[in-house]
């Protein structure tokens, strides 16, 4: 099965100032890597993911990474501010292509410092 | 309005007595999941389904059932609850495939306490 590790636990940073969180996953099949931001009391909700066959992907702020050689994904969000503390989950597939069949990450609680 | 709901949203109930956990998507949505949340843990994937009377297990299916009659809903069935069951459940929804959008539509969350 596939075994998902995010680091850091915690990360704290000044607003204005980059975050980047990273995940490993074990399964080389795996083709599709989601990230969601949870804030606090509120549900998980997708923020941007990134398919295989490219090696990054922009939106705004955030940014995803992909080196599927090293099996490692990456989360980028520069210019921080106040309002991107929240926890944040990778996630990667189990059996590769099972979309529905989702291995997250432990999470990662991102406090910006105004 | 697209959604997925949950009830009950809280529940403190004591071991061993029956409890469900209801779950319903209008975005006419294949698959469906549960998972629990516990810090330090992440989400966790109790069950899926990937349609009607189609389950499978999750990464952490012990003390849990669910079922799959409608499309709709899908409940979470924990028959004889203990302590380490104590949890923040999320149900979600997603579709099946395509191209563009395997984006998970999680519900507000039940946050279950057993005693």
């Known amino acids: 099965g596939e075994n998902v590790e995010q680091h850091p636990s915690t990360l704290s940073v000044q607003e204005g100032d980059s975050a980047v969180i990273k995940c490993t996953y074990s399964?080389?099949?795996?083709?599709?890597f989601p990230w969601y931001k949870q804030e606090l009391g509120k549900r998980p909700q997708l923020i941007i993911d990134i398919r295989s066959n490219v090696g990054e992907k922009k939106d705004q702020r955030i940014a995803v990474t992909l080196n599927k050689t090293a099996k490692h994904f990456s989360l980028h969000i520069t210019e921080t501010q106040p309002e991107d503390s929240a926890v944040y989950f990778c996630a990667a597939p189990r059996g590769g292509t099972s979309y529905g069949k989702l291995t997250f990450g432990q999470g990662t609680i991102l406090t910006v410092h105004p | 309005e697209a959604q997925v709901t949950q009830n009950p949203r809280y529940l403190i109930t004591v071991t061993g007595k029956k409890l469900t956990v209801t779950c319903s998507q209008n975005m006419n949505h294949e698959y469906m999941s549960w998972y629990r949340q516990d810090p330090g843990l992440g989400l966790r994937q109790i069950y899926y389904s990937m349609n009607v009377e189609v389950t499978d297990k999750g990464d952490v299916p012990e003390g849990y059932k669910v079922s799959r009659k409608e499309k709709r809903n899908f409940p979470l069935i924990l028959e004889s609850p203990s302590p380490n069951q104590t949890s923040l459940y999320f149900c979600a929804s997603s579709h099946s495939g395509g191209p563009t959008n395997y984006e998970q539509y999680f519900g507000p969350g039940t946050r279950l306490t057993v005693t």
């Open positions: 399964d080389s099949a795996s083709n599709y």
